[in-house]
């Protein structure tokens, strides 16, 4: 059984889920009252939403292959970044890691393609919705991929940032998001919504959303499940 080591703190609502759910899910997985070792190592949101802001990609890798060391040193056999956005220089990060890395970019891409989605929306913060990194895959396997307008990112960003990485849910922030995903429904024929923030899950899920939610950190978690029972 392997040792997952995560990069958490991006933010501490999903952090914690990703926690509960791993647990939990290898103890559903192996019938038995068993719970797995596992390390989180946090850091902190707002330094790498900075980086971001400011395009430090080669800051940010190093900040998390840091992070992967402080992890390797703790035994685990591989690593996850609980957080889209953080994706942003998975490829980079994954040249000089010390561990493996498994990608909730690939693992969503993996779960479109089952389920035979031609055209997909993608909603995540600023970064994730506007820079190639989460799109390039799927437009790879042929899927589309498509984003609000300006406007609309722009809103769902600051939502993200402002509410929904403290753990607050508005109704009225819901019903503009519901809002925004019927008018990609009406606009742009989108099948499915990806869910590409890790705080997301928070507000919207399959029973109030307009089109099927794929929900990353749920889709990531399996996958992670997985492999520390393979």
Known sequence: MKK???????????????????VFGVQAKT??????????????????????????YDKLVDLFK??????AATGADFAVLTANTSHIVFDQLQAVSPLPLLSIVDATCEEA???GIKKIGLLGTC??????????PFREHGIDIVVPTKPEIDYVSDKIYSELEFGVVNDSTRQR?????????????????????TELPLILNDDNSPVPCLDTMKIHVQKIVET???
């Open 4 to 22: 997952v080591g995560l990069l958490g703190g991006m933010g501490p609502e999903s952090t914690i889920a990703y926690y509960h759910d791993i």
């Open 31 to 56: 019938g038995k009252q068993f719970f797995p070792d596992l390390t989180i190592e946090s850091l902190n949101l707002f330094e790498i939403v900075e980086l971001c802001k400011e395009k430090q």
């Open 66 to 71: 840091k992070a992967v060391e402080r992890l």
């Open 113 to 115: 393609k089952r389920l």
């Open 127 to 136: 970064f994730t919705m506007e820079e190639d990194f989460f799109k390039k």
């Open 177 to 197: 998001f519901q809002q925004i995903i019927k008018d990609m429904k009406d606009r742009d024929g989108i099948e499915a919504i990806i869910l590409g923030c």
């Open 228 to 230: 520390i029972l393979c």
